[in-house]
């Protein structure tokens, strides 16, 4: 499933998403990323990706209020990077993640 998502990320961040349920997840692509949605809503909440370090993610902006507070996007094609280059562009860039 394709989705118009932008997403934010700060190599210095951390996220903890709490769910009263479990998340519904799904691959795309490279199927190297899991992407975290409500199971009820389908509403897509982040991309994560387990590395040794940790899980390390980006969660969908549009969900964050505020928006104009944040800097401006920068547009990413990761169709154009290879499974290797996405490794490395996320565990350089993403936030640290936890699941509770």
């Known amino acids: 499933m394709q989705r118009n998502v932008s997403y934010l990320s700060d190599p210095d961040g ?8 479990p998340l519904a997840k799904s691959r795309q692509g490279s199927e190297q990323a899991v992407f975290l949605s409500c199971a009820h809503c389908q509403t897509l ?9 940790g899980l390390k993610g980006a969660i ?4 964050i209020t ?15 990077l290879n499974s ?16 509770n």
């Open 60 to 63: 969908n902006s549009t969900l």
């Open 84 to 99: 290797e280059e996405k490794l490395r562009r996320w565990r350089a860039v993403w936030l640290g993640v936890t699941i």
């Open 14 to 21: 951390q996220l903890d998403i709490y769910s009263s349920t």
């Open 45 to 53: 909440i982040a991309a994560t990706c387990p590395f040794p370090t």
């Open 66 to 80: 505020g928006q104009e507070q944040l800097k401006p996007a920068v547009d990413v094609s990761p169709k154009q």
